[in-house]
């Protein structure tokens, strides 16, 4: 139980420390913009001082002036627009025989016709034996990691799937995802033939989309990504002490320690205009086939309080494809819009994919009475089945 009164006093102190953050942020964000001039300003030249300085930190590679700012295309009409969730039932360590279960989406929306809406999911469950099948790599344990990244597989795998069934002849279509296309989370699993294999097959299916012509893209609501600050790090000499340009004329401080790129971005963009396109420098990346690693660009989605700062990421074919980057930005806003901020396709994939905690439960208690009827007996341990009959 938690009690409320103890914490008022915690509560005083933290909102003077975000009085103190809001003053401090004010003058981050200047010296943000008068950095980001200079880099505009020079931006093939600090392009090539970051491929020398080949900094530590992820800097966001310039695809064109990092200041460029895009208005809003008209969204073409009619057009498909598809999209895929997944969630899962990680393995437990108190049930017993491990198993994971994956539950993926399929919506489809025909905007501008009469069409129906696809909406559906499909539920599948995994086990030990049959993931060591899948894997030339030995699977030593089924941890949260593999079983995120075999959700992804599937979602990519369901949204080319959706889009090639919902596709119709001549007319324009998205494919959206739900958070990033970079494999941050496979590296470091301290399984490297396991983490190998994991971003070919994802890399795969990119392939896969690429070659069926599809303008895809991944959508990031409230994005933590400091690559575009760590650019503007490196124009103002924090990365490197020897500046690539003259960036005398800007304030040495404050440091821009805690600013996002999003913080960045909210004052540059008007609401509906989008960034440059930038791209990731992830050396994840280089294990990406060529034509399939990810760019990014930064969206100023229209809402309350001024809306907020949504990252897209596309894969190299979509940001090399004005018609691509048009469809996708006027898509994304239109979906926005529909969704109250966030995009309505995604929002409904979500709602399709997820397996909530009473569905959990019904799960494990099928499951369950399978197997005693099996004559394998019970799945859960003491303790799970103590924590599901509280006793006071």
Known sequence: MLDLRQLRDQLDTFTEFQTDRTSRRTAQRDR?????????????AVREAVATAQPRRLVAQMREPPAAVHAPPERPSPITVVATDGS???????????????????????????????????????????????????????????VSALRDELELEHLLDAAVSAQVQDRPLVALADGTLIRWMVRGMDHEALEDELI??????????????????????????????????????????????????????????????????????????????????????????????????YVKVPGPAGGEIGRVEVPRWVAETSAFMDRVHATVLQECRKGDGYPLALSEAHERAVVRASEREAFFRLMERRLRTAGLGPVGSRKRRSKQRPRV
């Open 32 to 44: 943000c913009e008068a950095l980001l001039r200079v880099g505009h300003e020079n931006w093939k």
């Open 88 to 146: 899962q039932i990680y393995p437990a360590r108190h049930v017993e025989p491990p198993f994971f279960l994956l539950n993926v989406s399929q919506v489809a929306f025909q905007y501008g016709t009469t069409e129906d809406a696809r909406l559906d999911a499909v539920p599948r469950l995994h086990f030990r034996e049959e993931v060591d099948d899948r894997f030339d790599a030995r699977v030593e344990t089924i941890t949260t990691e593999l």
């Open 200 to 297: 070919a097959r994802y890399t795969e299916h990119l392939e896969d989309i690429r070659d069926a012509g599809l303008a895809l893209a991944s959508y990031v609501s409230m994005p933590a990504s400091t690559e575009v600050v760590n650019l503007l790090r490196f124009v103002g000499g924090d990365l490197d002490p020897d500046p690539p340009v003259d960036a005398s004329e800007v304030a040495p401080e404050p440091k821009l320690d805690g600013v996002l790129d999003r913080h960045v971005l909210d004052a540059v963009l008007a609401p509906g205009e989008r960034s440059a396109v930038f791209g990731s420098a992830s050396h994840i990346q280089g294990e990406y086939p060529a034509g399939t690693d990810i760019s990014f660009f």
